[in-house]
């Protein structure tokens, strides 16, 4: 499976984005997908998760209640609304995945497809 991170960009804090991790070559309702971020210097994080089944989901705790995972499998489409945006949220954000993995987990390892990334900037 092909992922296509888009939908990010430079925002003010406070505000809103919402990112799509589009999929083609499979069908994207049998994979697991997970958003993570990677700021400068730092290590990637998971940020957030959503199962194949969408029975499960997981959050960081940095962005719970401010970031919401969904997915369209009709529009083979994964997003993550992100609200109430901070300047610790700038990093460039990924979307990955891996084919029915039970559980939404937040371990990069896990996952072994990976979009290209999307830089959100949050300024203050």
Known sequence: VQLQASGGG????????????AASGRTFSDYTVGWFRQAPGKERDNVAAIN????????????????TISRDNAKNTV????????PEDTAVYYCAARFRLTIATSSPSTYNYWGQGTLVTVSS
Not at 10 to 21: E, I
Not at 52 to 67: E, L, M, N, P, Q
């Open 52 to 67: 194949w089944g969408s029975s499960s989901t997981r959050y960081a705790d940095s962005v719970k209640g401010r970031f």
């Open 10 to 21: 430079l925002v003010q804090a406070g505000g809103s984005l919402r990112l799509s991790c």
């Open 79 to 86: 997003y993550l609304q992100m609200n109430s945006l901070k």
